[in-house]
């Protein structure tokens, strides 16, 4: 697959099959992606924790809340947790004097990387922003915020590619 082709086929899987496992080499070729992925000062400011089993369980009723949210993320037999890890000092140097938060760009790319690789990959992915990051950072042993949760799995059989409904170019892009 060319890039646009993986950009027309990722999507947001709502409906994963959860009796097929995902294969450890395809997670490792998503991650090594990841980790190519630009950031500021090549600071690589976030880690990934890979959850399987009860711990992905766990974690998918984090993301769930009170409102009931992301109920399809339990039938996806991985959760990715992307939390953030601190600067380096040249990034945070930057990050104070332009008032501008790079990690939080830099995740955003890294997961775009990882989800991109997932699709070259034949798995289906979903980004996920509603969570409990106490829970999920007490089920994971971790002691920086959590910032997303990718669900990671091979879409159910059926599930259809939507259509894209995106904003026309000329309201995105212009030339000057």
Sequence with gaps: MNFMEIAQARQSCRSYDAARPVEQEKLDAMLAAARLAPSACNGQPYHFTVCRGEVAKEVEKAARGVAGLNK???????????SEKPYVKTAAVGAKLKNNDYRSI???????????EAAAQGLGTCILGWLDDARIRQICGLDQPVRLLVTVGYPAEGDPLRKKVRKDLSELAKEM
């Design 106 to 116: 830099d995740i955003g790319i890294a997961v775009a990387y990882l989800t991109a």
């Design 72 to 82: 399809f993320a339990t039938e996806a037999p991985v959760v990715i947790v992307v």
